[in-house]
Each structure stands twice: as C-alpha cells, then as structure tokens.
C-alpha cells in the first residue's frame, strides 16, 4: 500500500528550531514535497527533495533518505507567522507518464512567544 | 505571467445539486490535476488530466467527472451533492515532458465548496 506518516500536531517557541519528521511507503517514489497551508488557504510550496540529502532555503531546510523512506523538515528561527499546517507529500510516477501527489494528513504546528 | 486560477473561490449548494469547478493552468503548463482536502486533512487525488483525456484516476466514485479543453483548462464536475462533498477543491498544473519528472508543483488558491 502507499502510506505517508508525520505527527499531528508540534509546538515550539518563538525563535527555537523546529523539526518535522515524516516517513512514506509509496510505489513509483519520484520525489517528495513539503508545503505550508494556513488556514482556510491552499497550501504553498516550501521545498522539493528528489535525491538524498539535505536542500537548504533560507529558514526552511528538507532532507530525504530514500532508503530510509524519511524525510524532514527544519524550520530555524521560528516566528510566530509560522504557525500554520506543514504537508508531506510524495510523488508517485507511473509508467504511461502519469503521476499523483501523495499526502500525509499533515502537522499542525503552533509557535508559542 | 498568471498562476494557477480556480473559479469560485466559495460555493454553496444542496444536496444532490450539480456543482462545476474551473481551472486555468499556468501558462505554458498542459497537465491539470484535481485533488479534494477535507477539513483536517492532506490532500486527495481525484485526477489527472492530459491531452483532454484522464490518465489517472484516485479513489473517487463516478459521481466525480472531469474535462479538459484544447487550451488545457478544466472543470471537475460533481453530481448528487452529498454532505462529505464539503471540502477544500485544489488544482496543480504542470507540463508533460520529461523535465517534468522534477518539476515542483504549484497549486491554485481552491475552491472551498460547502453541501447543505
């Protein structure tokens, strides 16, 4: 079957360094996406991991383990307008060239003062 | 250069009403999919849609249709409204070639649909 885990919920303080874990079993894996959704909006692109490793942007960094099935999502110097739903999601590529996005349900991180 | 556009941002509607939902990709994009996100909840993939025709299909009844137009736009029809139709309605677009493979995917700014 094809499984996307991450925690439910997380909460940090303003400043601190957060991270997002999140653990896949899909078929066809083609890459993995993070995003972030506020409330009542769509969710917006945040990073995109296709080979092992780590891609650093700023505040946000995404690491993969394609072995592992793992990734996460690191989030330094927390500010309160981070607070918001954090979405993984998993590229799965079929042969006739089609793909879908996988998604996990999704953590919802809270950044306390 | 415009994003992805849906259209309406909300709707309302009855059970067992009709509904159409309308994408526009961005531009130079060809390939639409549709994805239903309840409250609580990731994203589900509904389908994918190429050439006009659907390639890929999730687990969605019958009851969920789509179409695209030669200029790659898109609607998703819905049918016989129930109330856990009520759901935030995304669409992505891409371009099918192979760089495609690693494109990022970009979604438009929904349409939240509520059944009554």
């Known amino acids: 079957g094809q499984n996307i885990d991450q925690p439910t919920e997380m909460t940090a303080t303003e400043g601190a360094i957060v991270q997002i874990n999140c653990t896949y079993q899909?078929?066809?894996?083609?890459?993995l996406f993070w995003y972030q959704q506020h409330a009542g909006e769509a969710p917006t692109f945040l990073s995109y991991?296709?080979?092992?490793g780590l891609e650093e942007k700023g505040r946000f960094s995404s690491f993969l383990s394609r072995s592992k099935g793992y990734s996460y999502l690191l989030l330094k110097e927390l500010q309160m307008k981070d607070s918001a739903s954090y979405l993984c999601?998993?590229?799965?590529?079929?042969?006739?060239?089609?793909?879908?996005?996988?998604f996990g349900s999704g953590t919802r991180l809270l950044v306390r003062p | 250069d415009a994003g992805v556009t849906q259209s309406p941002t909300h709707l309302i509607k009855t059970r067992g009403q009709q509904v159409t939902l309308r994408c526009s990709p961005k531009?130079?994009?060809?390939?639409v999919s549709w994805y239903q996100q309840a409250l609580g909840q990731g994203p589900q993939f509904i389908f994918q849609?190429?050439?006009?025709?659907?390639?890929q299909r999730g687990n969605f009844p019958d009851r969920f249709s789509g179409h695209q137009f030669p200029n790659y736009s898109s609607e998703l029809n819905v049918n016989a409204l129930l109330l856990g139709d009520s759901a935030l309605y995304l669409c992505?677009?891409?371009?099918?070639?192979?760089?495609?493979?690693?494109?990022?995917?970009?979604f438009g700014s929904g349409t939240q649909l509520s059944v009554l």
């Open positions: 992505a677009s891409s371009h099918q070639a192979r760089e495609a493979a690693r494109e990022k995917l970009f």
């Open positions: 899909t078929s066809g894996f083609n890459g």
């Open positions: 991991n296709v080979l092992d």
């Open positions: 999601a998993v590229r799965s590529w079929r042969m006739d060239s089609s793909y879908k996005l996988i």
């Open positions: 531009s130079g994009h060809d390939t």
């Open positions: 849609y190429y050439e006009e025709e659907e390639r």
